[in-house]
């Protein structure tokens, strides 16, 4: 604690507190992304098997449901200010456990569309609103390191989720693997009650884990807490920044779901097998963990706006790198820039929103920024289908077009402000 500012600001010592706090984000991101995401790779064969219903069909609730999930944000973004990152959470990982657990017991793809959605919708309040808001109420200063650590838990759930889920369904079956998975969510709900503390106060422990003579931070906590954001939904929607984070992470974010959910095709089509297509994806997911920290660590050393436009320019560079994988090496280059992107989104996000509109009016910009992002990232599956139907199956032109989508999200991210407006203090 007597490193020089900076040093203190840039290093992963974040206290015992800090780190259990860090890991307990880090799960809500595993869960949410698994559930709600990379789950979606597993129920339509496994449903459609048990069934006999059409598994396109199914895939095709996926588009419906995240869209109307992506209301969860908004929702649960304003009630968070008013309950608090704990209840929230333990309430709606329950509501999502048993929701789970039901989703494997129903008979008609009505059903099957209507819980899909309706955990999607609950699940997005402790994967997009929790996680942020936890981590802008410990780590104001050092927001971008401590997200690098728990935005690992999506890499980590990208690489592991689907054989978990696979497995457990493949040797007791949907409805008995459902109900394990959903047992476990719920408990790690009921354990979020004792588990979570909202602010470093309620134990004792300082934000960013940094002493600071003569600062009151119990107080200062109190203060977050009992903050009547002068952001309202109104104001932001006519606030600048706020749509241009909005739009410019969502951009951002549709070339990123474009590039992951299309890379075991694009690899089987330059001639991997499949086997080793899905190894090529759960390498850069491995990866995945290692850029998590590298995007947290480059926003702490340059600020969240340059690292936020070093992202974009990866990801262009991993497009191009798909367009010409017919060539091993291309191949190879492409999944360790894939691999980098994929958690990065999640951190430079809520990082940026906690630049521009500080600690106290987080949540309020944050209720709608990520909503607006989430909505738009939907989308990539309905551009990626449409220009490989165009084009015959050749990803060049879905690529390419990736490609003008990226620039376009970074030109919108350049255009936020590069000053907190929101109260400090």
């Not at 706090?21 to 880090?26: A, D, P, R």
């Not at 942020?132 to 109420?137: D, K, R």
């Given at each position: 604690?007597?490193?020089?500012?900076d040093?203190?600001?840039?290093n992963s010592n974040f206290?015992?507190w800090?780190w259990s706090?860090?890991?307990?984000?880090?799960l809500?991101y595993?869960?949410?992304?698994g559930?709600a995401?990379?789950?979606?790779?597993?129920?339509?064969?496994?449903?459609?098997?048990?069934?006999g219903?059409?598994?396109?069909?199914?895939?095709?609730?996926?588009?419906?449901?995240?869209?109307?999930?992506v209301?969860?944000?908004i929702?649960?973004?304003?009630?968070v200010?008013?309950?608090g990152v704990r209840?929230?959470c333990?309430?709606?990982?329950?509501l999502?456990?048993l929701l789970?657990?039901?989703?494997g017991?129903?008979n008609?793809?009505?059903?099957?569309l209507?819980?899909?959605?309706l955990f999607?919708f609950?699940s997005?309040a402790?994967?997009?609103i929790?996680t942020?808001?936890?981590?802008?109420?410990w780590?104001?200063?050092?927001?971008?390191?401590a997200l690098g650590?728990?935005t690992?838990?999506?890499?980590?759930c990208?690489a592991?989720?689907?054989?978990?889920?696979?497995?457990?369904?493949?040797?007791?079956g949907?409805?008995?693997?459902?109900?394990?998975v959903g047992?476990?969510?719920v408990?790690f709900?009921?354990?979020?009650?004792?588990?979570v503390?909202d602010?470093p106060?309620?134990?004792?422990?300082?934000?960013?884990?940094?002493?600071?003579?003569?600062v009151?931070f119990?107080a200062?906590?109190?203060?977050v807490?009992?903050?009547?954001?002068?952001?309202?939904?109104?104001?932001?929607?006519?606030?600048?920044d706020?749509w241009?984070?909005g739009?410019?992470?969502g951009?951002?974010?549709m070339?990123?779901?474009?590039i992951v959910?299309q890379f075991?095709p694009?690899?089987?089509?330059v001639g991997?097998?499949?086997p080793?297509?899905?190894?090529m994806?759960t390498a850069a997911?491995?990866v995945?963990l290692?850029?998590?920290?590298?995007?947290g660590?480059?926003?702490?050393?340059?600020?969240?706006k340059?690292a936020s436009?070093?992202?974009?320019a990866?990801?262009?560079i991993?497009?191009?790198?798909?367009?010409?994988?017919?060539?091993?090496i291309?191949?190879?280059?492409?999944?360790?820039f894939?691999?980098l992107?994929?958690g990065?989104l999640?951190?430079?996000m809520?990082?940026m929103?906690?630049?521009v509109y500080g600690?106290?009016?987080?949540t309020?910009a944050?209720?709608?920024v990520?909503p607006?992002?989430?909505?738009?990232?939907k989308f990539?599956?309905?551009?990626?289908?449409?220009?490989?139907?165009?084009?015959g199956?050749d990803y060049?032109?879905?690529y390419?077009?990736?490609?003008?989508?990226?620039?376009?999200?970074a030109?919108l991210?350049?255009c936020?402000t590069?000053?907190?407006k929101?109260?400090?203090d």
């Open positions: 604690m007597n490193q020089a500012p040093k203190q600001l840039t206290g015992k800090g706090m860090i890991l307990y984000s880090m809500l595993y869960f949410w992304a559930l995401v990379d789950g979606l790779n597993v129920y339509p064969g496994a449903f459609a098997a048990l069934h219903w059409d598994p396109n069909v199914l895939l095709g609730f996926a588009t419906p449901a995240g869209i109307i999930g209301l969860g944000g929702v649960f973004g304003r009630l200010m008013k309950t209840i929230l333990t309430f709606t990982l329950v999502t456990g789970y657990i039901w989703f017991h129903v008609s793809p009505v059903l099957f209507v819980c899909l959605t999607t609950i997005n402790f994967g997009l929790g942020s808001t936890l981590m802008n109420n780590f104001p200063r050092k927001k971008g390191i650590w728990a690992m838990g999506a890499p980590l990208t592991t989720f689907v054989a978990i889920l696979s497995g457990l369904f493949g040797k007791f949907v409805p008995t693997g459902c109900t394990i047992v476990v969510v408990i709900g009921l354990a979020s009650l004792v588990w503390k602010y106060h309620d134990v004792g422990a300082y934000p960013d884990n940094i002493k600071a003579e003569g009151d119990k200062q906590a109190e203060a807490r009992s903050h009547k954001s002068a952001f309202t939904v109104s104001k932001l929607l006519r606030d600048k706020m241009c984070m739009l410019g992470f951009l951002l974010w070339v990123t779901v474009g959910s075991v694009r690899m089987i089509s991997n097998s499949q080793a297509a899905l190894m994806l997911a491995v995945g290692f850029g998590s920290y590298f995007w660590w480059l926003d702490q050393k340059v600020g969240t340059p436009v070093v992202y974009s990866s990801y262009i991993a497009l191009l790198l798909l367009i010409f994988a017919k060539l091993p291309f191949t190879y280059i492409a999944i360790v894939v691999g992107g994929i990065g999640l951190n430079l809520p990082s929103v906690i630049s600690k106290y009016d987080f309020a944050n209720s709608l990520s607006i992002a989430s909505l738009l990232q990539a599956f309905l551009i990626m289908a449409v220009l490989l139907g165009v084009s199956g060049a032109l879905p390419g077009v990736f490609i003008v989508i990226d620039v376009i999200g030109a991210l350049l936020v590069g000053k907190c929101g109260k400090q």
